[in-house]
C-alpha cells in the first residue's frame, strides 16, 4: 500500500488536486508539459509517441523543458506520467516499459490487464501505478498486483468509459481499498474536483475538457467538434473498437454511420487488422465524454487550469468558508 505521506506530498506540489488523463492522438509534449507547469499531473499513452523509438525523445523533451520551467521561475513543476497499456495486442509493451524504467517515470497509469509486470518494473525505481477500472471487480484485481492507485472511469468519461455511477462505485471501491483513489467521468470544472474529494477521492481525472487546449495535437476538427456539442451528442458504442467508448455523435454521422446504430452494436473480439474498411477509432470517429458542453473554445492549457483551481477554491471556500 502506498505510504499516505508520499500522495501528501504529491498533492502539496499540484494546484489542485487533478491528473490530466492520457488520451490517444490528443495528449504530446506540449500539453503534457503545460500541464504540469500550471500544477497538475500531464499524462499521455505511450503509443501516441510513434514510431516506437520517439518515446525516448518525447520523455528527453518533457524532463528537460520541466526542468528549465523550475530553473526560470523557481517553481517546482508537477509530475509527469505515461500510459502503457497491458494486453496482447500491444507489441510494444516490454519495449515501451523498459523506456519507462530508463527515464524513471514518476507516474504509470495502466489500463485494461492486471499490470503485475509493470508494477514490479516500476516499483524497481521507486515510481507510482495507478491502473484504470470500470468495476469493483477490477479494482481488486489491479490491487492484488500492488498498484499504488485506482483510476475509476465511471460513467461520462470520454473513451473507454463504465457505466456506472461514480456514488455506486467509489464506494463499492472504498468498502476494500484504503489507497489513493481517483475519480473520471465528466470532470471540467473546479467544483467536479472538489466533488471527487468529498465522494472520498484523493484525485480527480480530466480529459475532454483539454482536447480543445491549444497544445493538445489532436486535429482541429476534432477540437472544433466539441466546442459545439453536448452531453446528449456522445454515442457510447462498441462498434468501433470491439469495446465500449464515448464518440462524438457528429464524427459518427461523417463517417456514414447512424448514431443510434452505433448504439445498439454488441461488444465484439477485435483482431490487429480486423475489417480494414471499419472507420477507426480515435482517427476516424472522435472520442470525448459528456462534459463536452464546458468547453466553448480553444485556449492555452494553463488557462483550462487556472480556471478550474479558481472554481475549486471557490466551490470549497463556499462550503467551509475558508480559501
Known sequence: MTDPNAIAALKSRLSLPLIGAPMFLASGVDLVVAQCCAGIIGTFPSLNARPAEELDRWLT???????????????????????????????RLEGDLETCVRHKVPLVITSLSAPDKVVEAVHGYGGLVFHDVI???????????????????????????????????????????????????????????????????DF???????????????????????????????????????THANYLAESVSL??????????????????KDDPDRPKAWKDVFSAGQAVAQSRGVEPAGEIVDRLAREYRAARA?????S
Not at 481488486?140 to 475509476?152: E, M, T
Not at 468498502?175 to 470532470?187: E, K, M, Q, T
Not at 456522445?234 to 470491439?242: D, E, M
Open 204 to 242: 480527480a481525472y480530466a480529459g475532454t475538457v483539454f482536447i480543445p487546449s491549444a497544445e493538445a495535437i489532436a486535429p482541429d476538427p476534432h477540437k472544433e467538434m466539441i466546442t459545439r456539442a453536448e452531453a446528449d451528442a456522445i454515442v457510447y458504442t462498441p462498434l468501433f473498437s470491439g
Open 61 to 91: 523533451e518533457i524532463e528537460r523543458r520541466l526542468a528549465a520551467f523550475e530553473a526560470e521561475t523557481g517553481k517546482t513543476p508537477a509530475p509527469y506520467g505515461v500510459n502503457l497499456i497491458v494486453n496482447e495486442y500491444n507489441e
Open 318 to 322: 463556499a462550503i467551509t468558508g475558508t
Open 135 to 201: 468495476k469493483a471487480r477490477h479494482a481488486r484485481r489491479a490491487a492484488k498486483s500492488g498498484v499504488d492507485g485506482l483510476i475509476l472511469v465511471a460513467a461520462g468519461a470520454g473513451g473507454h468509459a463504465g457505466t456506472l455511477s461514480p456514488f455506486a462505485l467509489v464506494e463499492e471501491v472504498r468498502a476494500f481499498w484504503d489507497g489513493p483513489l481517483v475519480l473520471s467521468g465528466a470532470v471540467a470544472n473546479g467544483r467536479s474536483v472538489l466533488a471527487a474529494e468529498v465522494l472520498g477521492c
Open 255 to 272: 463517417v456514414g454511420v447512424d448514431p443510434e446504430e452505433a448504439r445498439r452494436a454488441e461488444p465484439r473480439k477485435m483482431k490487429s
